[in-house]
């Protein structure tokens, strides 16, 4: 069992490009989070998917779009970078509801810096 | 807005020293989850608190879940180096919300 994988694990994006980031689990958890993590602000939930095709914001969407086209992935985009989306993002899985006291596993990140 | 604020952000102490990690907010969650998260990687879950009240205790590490289910206390007796790392609380409601994070630096 590899658990959450992402890819890739660095990237350094200018201004206004795009870039997408995969995010995969074998656990056939049926929701899967993206965050962001800044110095001092803990993690902070950009989108979620509650299943298979379907996706939600979190708190902080703005400039993220995402997609669920299959279980096991879960697609992280930013169509045209902003140095504020400087940050290390998260992927996470959950089995089920967090408020089914459920744990969260979560991928290794990827550091993005955007200049 | 943060809805949970751990105090304090950064903590360092000797070997063998104890410490305790508080994580507040003013919103009742249905649980509490401890996580520690190691430099390089993503975050790994502790424990989970449900019960007002409700004390857990793992070897050096007790945790408290307020009576009010609004705050939670984290308490390591006799840290060691290998207690190193940042520890954050996230409180569950219809989404995981994780508090600030407390640095812990644990000098041998």
């Known amino acids: 069992n590899a658990g959450v994988t992402q890819t890739p694990k660095f990237r350094v994006l200018k201004t206004g490009q795009s870039m997408t980031l995969l995010c995969a689990q074998d656990m056939n958890h049926e929701y899967m989070y993206w965050y962001r993590q800044d110095p001092g602000m803990g993690l902070r939930l950009i989108h979620y998917s509650v299943g298979e095709g379907t996706t939600a914001k979190g708190e902080v969407p703005d400039g993220y779009n995402v997609s669920r086209l299959k279980k096991q992935n879960f697609l992280l985009g930013l169509e045209s970078a902003a140095p504020s989306q400087t940050s290390v993002y998260f992927c996470a899985s959950s089995q089920d509801h967090p408020s089914s006291y459920n744990e969260q596993f979560f991928g290794p990140g990827t550091r993005l810096t955007v200049l | 807005t943060q809805l949970l604020e751990q105090s304090p952000q950064f903590l360092s102490i000797q070997e063998g020293e104890n410490l305790t990690v508080y994580c507040n907010s003013s919103s009742v969650f249905s649980s509490l989850q401890w996580y520690r998260q190691e430099p390089g990687e993503g975050p790994v879950l502790l424990v989970t608190v449900v019960t007002g009240g409700e004390v857990k205790k793992l070897k050096r590490l007790t945790f408290q879940f307020g009576d009010a289910r609004k705050d939670s206390s984290l308490h390591i007796t006799a840290a060691q180096p290998g207690d190193t790392g940042l520890y954050l609380c996230?409180?569950?409601?219809?989404?995981?919300?994780f508090g600030t994070g407390t640095s812990l630096t644990v000098i041998p």
């Open positions: 996230a409180g569950a409601g219809n989404q995981f919300y």
